[in-house]
């Protein structure tokens, strides 16, 4: 399950070219690829993926936001070389 799910939130990041999304928007953005996925979810693989992939916060409305750590930059670099290569 989580390695799906994984696998889609990166894509997601990598797609928008963004450094921070709500789990609501990681949700709708898989959910549209076909795949059911609450909320709920994102948590368990962020949570389990620790903080050096992503961090999880709640902002002042109470929206959780996923921030991925390295920056988006830094991985579509990483990406982008070795695909070349």
């Not at 889609?8 to 990598?14: A, D, G, K, P, V």
């Amino acid at each position: 399950m989580s390695v799906n799910y994984l696998n889609e939130i990166i894509s997601i990041f990598l797609d928008r070219n963004v450094n921070e999304l709500s789990d609501n928007e990681l949700s709708v953005a898989i959910e549209a690829k076909g795949k059911d996925c609450p909320a709920d979810n994102i948590h368990c693989v962020v949570k389990s993926c620790g903080s050096s992939l992503f961090q999880l916060r709640c902002n002042k409305e109470g929206i959780f936001l996923v921030r991925i750590e390295p920056k988006v930059s830094s991985l579509t670099y990483f990406f982008m070389n070795h695909l070349v290569s």
